[in-house]
């Protein structure tokens, strides 16, 4: 049976929800993080900054490999699923930064079992390579993990530039 595409990127959307809310009364109980996952997330920091100075290799090396990991970059474009597709996106991510330097706030950070999710705000500075201008970029991020073979992953990042409230049209 062949589905709408809004449907796919729906259960996408439905799945995160119901995640946030399975973890939300977790964390409403104010357990933190396993220090697992957190040592996971600043070795994730400080791949990213590699990312952002044109070497994808160790964030990549992050990433699930499976078929069901999807990227919703903060540079535009499609929604990436499956690893191949997302492995290619995060080359080309490479070759978009030089020089960079980031401030990442994170709003919420937890795990629970085998999975996990983070929303921060994730502040850039960098030269683009093709004309050595310096500028920047903001972003809001939410993430999704699991656990594979006894390792934290990233199955799902979502990057927006949207931090600026807008009112309807």
């Keep these: 049976m062949l589905r709408p595409r809004w449907m796919a990127h729906g259960a996408v959307a439905i799945a995160v929800?119901?995640?946030s809310a399975g973890m939300a009364s977790v964390a409403a109980q104010t357990k933190p993080s396993p220090s697992d996952f957190l040592a996971f997330l600043d070795k994730?920091?400080?791949a990213q900054?590699?990312?952002?100075?044109?070497?994808?290799?160790?964030?990549?090396?992050?990433?699930s490999h499976a078929d069901d990991v999807t990227l919703s970059g903060g540079l535009g474009g499609q929604i990436e699923k499956g690893w191949e597709a997302v492995s290619k996106r995060l080359d080309w991510v490479g070759t978009q930064f030089s020089q960079g330097t980031n401030r990442i706030e994170r709003t919420v950070e937890h795990a629970s079992g085998?999975?996990?999710?983070?929303?921060?705000?994730?502040?850039?500075?960098?030269r683009v390579?093709?004309?050595g201008?310096?500028?920047?970029?903001d972003y809001r991020v939410t993430m999704i993990f699991r656990r594979e073979?006894?390792?934290w992953k990233i199955v799902?990042?979502?990057?927006?530039?949207?931090?600026?409230k807008q009112g309807g049209q």
């Design 114 to 126: 085998d999975f996990a999710y983070l929303v921060q705000a994730e502040h850039l500075r960098y």
């Design 44 to 46: 994730a920091d400080a």
């Design 156 to 164: 799902h990042r979502q990057a927006d530039s949207n931090l600026v």
């Design 49 to 63: 900054l590699e990312l952002q100075n044109g070497k994808p290799a160790a964030y990549k090396a992050l990433w």
């Design 17 to 19: 929800v119901l995640l």
């Design 149 to 151: 073979s006894g390792a």
């Design 129 to 131: 390579p093709a004309t």
């Design 133 to 137: 201008a310096e500028t920047t970029r």
